[in-house]
């Protein structure tokens, strides 16, 4: 069963509103991060983007477990470009996503319904039997919460931060709901909101992206993972809002399913989807790095949930990814 | 040691000059067929493209033989966005590149310099030890042609037809050159005409693409193999006139090789480069597909050559890859 790994790369101006992403990190350098993710996991190293994303204490992006995961599973990343700001060296795959805006404003991301189509295109061609599904996009737990809210599955999401600023999202959402034409329907009612719509007045392009992947491929009975969090809990909110009823798996991080801000068990289990859990067990280990993941910072992203479930399903014991994600750290960031 | 196969994919209006690109085929066609290769050798078969190319005498694109050989030997392709005119499911690196004009039009490759230098920095920065270059764009033997005359190097290249239209190729050279401001200046003059210049006038997006990533790696000393026939010659006068001296390896097929009417062996010498042909015997195969490329058609193309020469370094002998050839065939090609 030939199996594929496609990273939705994309940022959103709701990153830039203070306080929503990575707390005191150079603001500047977030439409980076996307770009220097998708350098870490095709080549294992930066090479168009300035630097491998490090928080100010020392955490690590994801992206450097899920590249540890691919050197010893050979799991090959394909990269979508999920509205980009920076260039990056990763090859990437077209949908015709640009940058989304700040959700407070009017319609932040205007081709939301095209981007998802041209996903779903994508997604029902492709050859493999098995997309797995993720995400990078700085600020993208605030418009997930948007997603969400607007769908009324739950007002709840998780964070990169240690103390989750879920007041600060919930205030940003409500601004962006009282800006846009979106009408107050319940997700489970007859006349549900549009996934689409939802999306494009308080989402962001890469959600439109992972939704769109994930409908194309359950159109022609492909396996479905969404490797991911809360975000991905979005984009399977609004896979399900538009008729899509088929299997859906999502693999995460302890760190995220045991958040107790974010619910992530009954969201998943209102949406239907299996949900898988991988620990890998980072508080065995007293490296800095993955030392801030036990500190409930970064937890989840890029894949890293799923990777560790494939690397768990592949009989690669988690020590072994523990040594791995030492390795690319110590290659990759400059401290 | 690494290797990667970076294959650049572009397109040129000067394809479109009767007689100039695979006789008797649709025209209408010839601006999928750099996407419709980046398809086949990500995927294996077609995703975004409608079909892969084909000869209206049955003759399949090169690309099927470099995707048999990644089949037997796990080489990964990465495709560079050199102007296509197409959209493509393979994820594509981006160097600015936009499809290249008619040469007997004025300006046909504005932004060659540009081009060139966003490849050369990105080749500059891979973490390869090794580049494999390659390219597919209907009629590059042209466009080959004109730089090759521009810098005074050859007045001759080859051609994908059994019936090589030499002069009609030369006649729309001559027409460029005429419509361009380039001088009269020969090759191993010391005031050598700027290669960069020749490409904007007389040349196409994949040449200023593949002339930029040789000189990149050769900058910090990585191994280049040129994968291909003359277009590839015409790659390396390029990179050539600009000071780059380095060591530089051709890896074509015997029917380019011994194309009496491509002079490729004096053009390498000329050009100081080191000279690989790799023979896969399809005169040993009554398949009707690889019996075209006896028959003097195809030639050479999205990294054949170079393919073919990986393949045997790697001890795969020639009657698997035209075996794994047919899989190809027979899986891809509707006829």
Do not use: W
């Amino acid at each position: 069963m030939s199996s594929r790994l496609l990273v939705a790369a994309g940022t959103t101006r709701t990153a830039s509103i203070d306080g929503i992403s990575t707390a005191g990190a150079d603001p500047s350098a977030l439409p980076y991060t996307p770009s220097a993710d998708a350098d870490l996991l095709v080549y294992g190293r930066p090479v168009r983007a300035p630097a491998v994303p490090v928080s100010p204490s020392g955490c690590p992006t994801p992206a450097v477990v899920t590249r540890a995961v691919q050197e010893l599973h050979d799991l090959q990343p394909t990269i979508v470009d999920a509205g980009l700001a920076r260039e990056t060296a990763a090859p990437t795959i077209d949908v015709g996503a640009r940058p989304g805006g700040d959700i407070r404003d009017e319609d932040p991301v205007p081709d939301a319904r095209r981007i998802y189509d041209s996903a779903r295109d994508l997604a029902a061609s492709l050859p493999d039997d098995h997309l797995v599904l993720a995400e990078t996009i700085p600020g993208g737990t605030t418009t997930a919460l948007g997603v969400l809210t607007a769908l009324d599955v739950t007002r709840t999401v998780s964070s990169s931060l240690p103390d989750n600023p879920l007041d600060l999202k919930r205030e940003v959402v409500d601004t962006a709901l009282d800006t846009s034409p979106l009408d107050d329907v319940a997700f489970d009612a007859t006349d549900r909101q549009d996934g689409i719509d939802t999306v494009r007045h308080t989402g962001d392009p890469v959600l439109a992206t992972v939704a769109g992947l994930a409908a194309g491929a359950l159109e022609r009975d492909a396996g479905v993972t969404l490797a991911g969090g809360t975000q991905l809990l979005a984009a399977a909110a609004i896979t399900r809002s538009l008729g899509h009823d088929g299997p859906l798996t999502i693999a995460t991080t302890p760190y995220v399913a045991d958040d107790d801000t974010a619910s992530f068990r009954e969201t998943a289990a209102l949406l239907d989807l299996d949900v898988i859990v991988t620990d890998p067990c980072f508080d065995q280990t007293s490296h800095p790095g993955m030392r801030r993941y036990v500190a409930g910072e970064g937890k989840e992203g890029v894949g890293m949930g799923g990777a560790l479930a494939l690397a768990a399903r592949a009989g690669i014991d988690m020590a072994s990814v523990r040594q791995q994600v030492e390795a690319v750290y110590d290659r990759v960031i400059d401290r």
